[in-house]
């Protein structure tokens, strides 16, 4: 896949310490990856960088809203998102992603791409149930609602039988002890 040069971060030039970028993420960043489950994104991304003599520290901060649809009722809905994820780059003989925490890139490099690591954090943020906020609050007028209301089986009211009186004395023979 095509790295995104924007997510790039040169890191050679960099004194040890703390360094912070900021990056505005919107819907063309998912298309890139060719990730259709959100109809629109606004995302902003901090990041921080810590740099330490033989690794680096990286800190993504992400907070915004993307349009999804709801999966009862397929209505599209702004569904808010935040998230923290910490990941380490380390220095190795040759570029391993493998470890989940830890990205390994050859001795020599001079830059880093984090666009894999800022896709997983956001895209696995998003809750495994995504409902409308009108349908939790009843707000929702939809035809799927109706029709799934009309559908959905109804609960048979418990008729209390008429019983020989005599049954009820026996009863509360049961009862009193």
């Not at 690794?55 to 993307?66: A, C, D, N, P, R």
């Not at 220095?91 to 830890?102: A, K, M, S, T, V």
Request: proline residues 5%.
């Amino acid at each position: 896949m095509k790295e995104l040069k924007e997510f790039t971060i040169p890191f050679v030039g960099l004194k040890v310490g703390e360094h912070t970028f900021k990056f505005d993420i919107g819907n063309t960043f998912f298309e890139h990856f060719e990730y259709d489950e959100f109809n629109d994104a606004t995302l902003v991304l901090n990041v921080l960088l810590n740099k330490k003599t033989t690794l680096l520290e990286f800190t993504l901060q992400f907070k915004g809203q993307v349009n999804v649809n709801c999966d009862l009722t397929n209505e599209p809905y702004e569904q808010p998102i935040e998230g923290t994820y910490h990941f380490v780059v380390k220095f190795g003989e040759e570029y391993n992603d493998e470890l989940e925490d830890i990205l390994i890139i050859p001795h020599g490099s001079y830059q880093v791409n984090i666009q894999q690591q800022i896709y997983e954090s956001i895209v696995l943020s998003m809750p495994a149930r995504r409902i409308h906020p009108g349908i939790e609050d009843g707000s929702l007028k939809s035809d799927i609602l109706e029709k799934l209301e009309e559908l959905s089986p109804k609960e048979e009211k418990e008729t209390e039988e008429e019983t020989d009186p005599r049954w009820d004395d026996l009863k509360k023979l049961l009862t009193d002890k």
